[in-house]
């Protein structure tokens, strides 16, 4: 009988169709149309009944019917700076799994956070083969936005530019810092160490997350020493444990870190571990983007969770929307909703604490 479903069958019938769909799930066929080709105005209630439906019954979507009705490929893009971090690796699995069960295929491009080759993916004859792409650029930055103006839908990830011809869905950066280093703060530390500040940054995530820490100390009293701040290109490992290095060779009093990114946090504790320094007792390590690697360090890394699934589902359904209505509408930012996750770098117990964020969804000229 599963087997059965999971092809996309049942015991005794034909293929499953989408009013088998919208009886198990006690919703009209329309909705379930909308859900598949990825409407974005839908409860979420509503759309989590649908999919369970579509899940249980095995129901598949006819894409090569479905795109030659339409005109469309059925191929979304997705350009990404570098899939060997952590990050986009699982964002990219986030996003592809979004897309399977809207009936869409993802075609990934790594950009290498190089300026040319983040241009060049928008304007690349690749383009021809996918009806729409997300795109997420470390290289360009705000005098950038006019880049975006092509002749096909684009969602926008990340801090780089914002306000371009393009819907955007974004982290919120800076509350989150600030709230990661309010949890340091709270546990009793005072001199909290940066690792991964990029010097002279205007905007994108080190500068943003700069931002959340200094605001978290200034409205706790606690003086912002530029001595605590550690520079780091590109958010590796092996850069989070050179940072980390320096700043304890340069001997600055230091009893917490934030890495701006898991990667660099645990090359941290990897400099830590090899001076004998006590992790959390002498000093907390937190860091940012709740990779799997985070929930198995010794001893495990407390962190943010940027909402990254939320990230994912919000950009295909943002896209797939523009893709069906290519009429003239404001286009969307979506900020992600965040959590701290505390675990044993801070003394805390595996849990998720759940923060509010900056409403989600604003509408944009």
Same mark, same amino acid.
């Given at each position: 009988?599963?087997?059965?479903?999971?092809?996309?069958?049942?015991?005794? +019938?034909?293929?499953?169709?989408?009013?088998?769909?919208?009886?198990?799930?006690?919703?009209?066929?329309?909705?379930?149309?909308?859900?598949?080709?990825?409407?974005?105005?839908?409860?979420?209630?509503?759309?989590?009944?649908?999919?369970?439906?579509?899940?249980?019954?095995?129901?598949?979507?006819?894409?090569?019917?479905?795109? /030659?009705?339409?005109? +469309?490929?059925?191929?979304?893009?997705?350009? !990404? *700076?570098?899939?060997?971090?952590?990050?986009?690796?699982?964002?990219?699995?986030?996003?592809?799994?979004?897309?399977?069960?809207?009936?869409?295929?993802?075609?990934?491009?790594? #950009?290498?956070?190089?300026?040319?080759?983040?241009?060049?993916?928008?304007?690349?004859?690749?383009?021809?083969?996918?009806?729409?792409?997300?795109?997420?650029?470390?290289?360009?930055?705000?005098?950038?936005?006019?880049?975006?103006?092509?002749?096909?839908?684009?969602?926008?990830?990340?801090?780089?530019?914002?306000?371009? *011809?393009?819907?955007?869905?974004?982290?919120?950066?800076?509350?989150?810092?600030?709230?990661?280093?309010?949890? /340091?703060?709270?546990?009793?530390?005072?001199?909290?160490?940066?690792?991964?500040?990029?010097?002279?940054?205007?905007?994108?995530?080190?500068?943003?997350?700069?931002?959340?820490?200094? &605001?978290?100390?200034?409205?706790?009293?606690?003086?912002?020493?530029?001595?605590?701040?550690?520079?780091?290109?590109?958010?590796?490992?092996?850069?989070?444990?050179?940072?980390?290095?320096?700043?304890?060779?340069?001997?600055?009093?230091?009893?917490?870190?934030?890495?701006?990114?898991?990667?660099?946090?645990?090359?941290? !504790?990897?400099?830590?571990?090899?001076?004998?320094?006590?992790?959390?007792?002498?000093?907390?390590?937190?860091?940012?983007?709740?990779?799997?690697?985070?929930?198995?360090?010794?001893?495990?890394? #407390?962190?943010?969770? *940027?909402?990254?699934?939320?990230?994912?589902?919000?950009?295909?359904?943002?896209?797939?929307?523009?893709?069906?209505?290519?009429?003239?509408?404001?286009?969307?930012?979506?900020?992600?909703?965040? &959590?701290?996750?505390? +675990?044993?770098?801070?003394?805390?117990?595996?849990?998720?604490?759940?923060?509010?964020?900056? *409403?989600? +969804?604003?509408?944009?000229?």
């Amino acid at each position: 009988m599963n087997g059965a479903r999971k092809n996309g069958t049942t015991p005794g +019938r034909g293929a499953v169709t989408m009013n088998d769909v919208a009886t198990r799930a006690g919703v009209s066929i329309k909705t379930v149309s909308n859900v598949v080709n990825g409407y974005p105005h839908i409860r979420p209630g509503t759309r989590a009944r649908v999919e369970e439906a579509i899940e249980a019954l095995g129901y598949r979507v006819n894409i090569s019917a479905r795109n /030659l009705r339409q005109g +469309r490929t059925g191929i979304v893009g997705l350009a !990404l *700076p570098e899939l060997s971090l952590p990050y986009f690796a699982e964002l990219a699995d986030s996003v592809i799994r979004a897309a399977e069960q809207r009936g869409v295929i993802v075609l990934i491009e790594q #950009t290498g956070a190089v300026r040319e080759r983040e241009l060049e993916v928008l304007t690349s004859e690749r383009r021809q083969l996918t009806d729409g792409l997300i795109y997420s650029p470390l290289a360009l930055g705000p005098e950038d936005g006019a880049a975006l103006d092509v002749p096909y839908p684009v969602v926008l990830l990340g801090e780089r530019i914002f306000g371009g *011809p393009a819907d955007h869905v974004t982290m919120n950066n800076v509350e989150a810092a600030r709230a990661v280093t309010e949890h /340091l703060l709270g546990i009793g530390r005072r001199r909290i160490a940066v690792v991964g500040a990029h010097e002279g940054e205007a905007v994108g995530s080190a500068a943003l997350r700069v931002r959340g820490y200094r &605001e978290a100390l200034e409205a706790a009293g606690v003086a912002y020493d530029p001595a605590l701040v550690a520079e780091a290109g590109l958010w590796h490992r092996s850069t989070g444990a050179e940072a980390m290095a320096r700043l304890l060779d340069a001997g600055v009093e230091i009893d917490a870190v934030f890495g701006l990114n898991d990667a660099l946090a645990l090359g941290a !504790l990897h400099a830590l571990h090899d001076r004998r320094v006590d992790v959390p007792g002498e000093i907390a390590v937190v860091g940012f983007d709740d990779i799997e690697d985070a929930a198995y360090a010794s001893p495990t890394l #407390t962190t943010v969770s *940027p909402g990254r699934e939320q990230i994912a589902r919000t950009a295909i359904d943002l896209l797939l929307a523009r893709i069906q209505d290519s009429s003239e509408r404001p286009y969307e930012r979506v900020i992600a909703d965040f &959590e701290i996750v505390e +675990r044993e770098s801070t003394a805390g117990q595996s849990a998720s604490v759940p923060v509010a964020a900056v *409403p989600g +969804r604003s509408i944009l000229a």
